[in-house]
């Protein structure tokens, strides 16, 4: 059984439904990584910035924990994410090394960062454990309720929704925004506006001002 630490005493078991998909693109049985990671612009002396872009599939939290592990100290870590989505658990077992290891997440200037992607972001954190999200004027941040490439009894439901919850709570996101995602069809997705992105906690960068507003 693989099992990840999530912090205060929990633990979740990820891959426990390895097929669930969070836009509802099979996964089969693969492990290879889609999301491409490489050095950030924004990398510098004091942080180590990291670029992470497309679909989130199974293996790829281990490729980025690798990158980490050898990336020179410095004061803080971030990775910028670009990405529609991908697989609900590996977006959520990414989320919980930000939060276990200090690093910051970010919506990537331009981008948009939805669904599982979102998920992962909401594990955004610095150095002293505290939530650390940040997004930008120009760039979206989508939330949406999970989907199944196939049938999913009702207490396999309740038991995913369970995980969701749990997860939210490691990571200290508002419920809010888990309650947005789960009310919205997994065909549709619910995009934060920049009051709601403020009034989450995530720091909101204007790209006209170049100064974050909240």
Not at 37 to 44: A, I, L, S, T, Y
Not at 48 to 71: K, P, Q, R, V, Y
Request: charged letters at 20%.
């Amino acid at each position: 059984m693989n099992l990840v630490w999530g912090g205060k005493g929990k633990f979740i078991d990820f891959l426990r439904i390895i097929s669930l998909m969070y836009i509802g693109i099979s996964l089969a049985a693969t492990s290879v990584s889609a999301l491409e990671f490489e050095v950030h612009q924004n990398n510098g002396e004091d942080l180590n910035a990291i670029m992470a872009s497309g679909e989130i599939l199974t293996g790829d939290l281990a490729i980025l924990e690798s990158i980490i592990e050898s990336l020179p100290k410095k004061k803080n870590t971030a990775v910028y994410l670009k990405s529609p989505g991908g697989s609900l658990y590996e977006g959520m077992r990414i989320g919980l090394f930000f939060r276990s290891h200090g690093v910051k997440a970010v919506v990537e200037g331009g981008a948009d960062c939805a669904s599982a992607c979102a998920l992962a972001f909401l594990g955004g954190a610095d150095r002293a454990g505290n939530s650390w999200r940040s997004s930008s004027t120009n760039s979206r941040l989508g939330f949406h309720a999970f989907s199944s490439d196939g049938y999913i009894d009702p207490d396999e439901v309740q038991a995913i929704v369970a995980d969701i919850l749990t997860y939210a709570e490691m990571v200290d996101a508002p419920l809010y925004i888990i309650v947005r995602a789960l009310e919205t069809s997994s065909q549709e997705m619910y995009w934060l506006d920049n009051y709601e992105i403020c009034a989450l906690g995530v720091k909101l960068w204007s790209n006209t001002e170049e100064k974050f507003l909240c």
